[in-house]
């Protein structure tokens, strides 16, 4: 501090610049400087009707596709094949057991990385009993004897009960997901989506009702030019010979264009419509996000 103050004090006594010193002429011989000049204007991205289209009905599919309970049970098998050394489990937050490590057993498991993971059943969660809760947030690798692995990096919760005769899920998913190898069905961790999604599901005698929030991208079902899909409190429920539905689903172009399709009406069958960005009516088949209440 003090040779800082010496070198201001210095400058300060050797007085104002002369008019011919390279200070006072500036360094800049162009003159005034020019106006900043912008890239332009640029038109906005678009998604032509047909990609719009097949890209919906892509999400949908995709989006009824995740299931949560085969990443829950996969990594509850793994678990069991540990040890107390590897991966070395302990008591963490709640109901969850953790880990952290980068070991492999004996047998052949890999754990890479760090958990704190959950599946139960039959269980009370604060003053509720749930006949299946699962929970996780995990940024792991797990390896399977054979090879194959299992990459999490994210959060997940899932609750199920049944109550007088209503079945309930409650689904969070957030991150992303991938198995490679042979050790898992094929499922849509195989994909490798990215996932923001919540999915609550009800069904009683004659009625079910889905709710779905967020959505997933860079999943391999979508076409080329589409990055995602989102739900926007996309509502759907079939009761008896009749389908309602509400909300909206967002279709993302790999450009940059966002397209929102607006739904008030859907036939028996749940192919419900909205209106694209030329007007038209775009209809797509919502039947299959009913799955999510399905127990």
Known sequence: MRRLGLLWLAS???????????????????GD?????????????TLDAALIAAGA?????????????????????????????????YPAVGVT??????????????????????????????EERWDQYGEFITNARIGHPSGATLDIDGYGELSERTVDGRFERDSWLFGSFLHEGAWLAPSWLDGGASLSLRTLGEQTAGRTAVTVEGGLSRDPSLPDGILGVSARHLQLTQDGSDCSVGGSLVVLGTEG???????DEADPSCQACATDQDGGALCLDLAPLLVAARP
């Open 97 to 126: 057991d953790g880990w952290s490590n980068d070991c492999t057993t004996a047998s052949g498991w890999a754990f890479v990385g760090r958990s704190q993971f959950a599946w139960l059943s039959n269980i009370m969660v604060g």
């Open 12 to 30: 300060a006594c050797a007085g104002p610049p002369s008019a011919d010193s390279p200070v006072a002429q500036g360094t800049d011989s162009g």
């Open 33 to 45: 400087p020019s106006a900043y000049a912008g890239p332009g204007d640029r038109p906005a991205p």
């Open 257 to 263: 264009a966002r397209v929102e399709l607006v739904f």
């Open 57 to 89: 009905q892509a999400g949908v599919g995709a989006i009824a596709a995740i299931v949560p309970h085969p990443l829950y049970e996969a990594v509850a098998e793994a678990n069991r094949q540990g040890n107390s050394s590897c991966p070395a489990p």
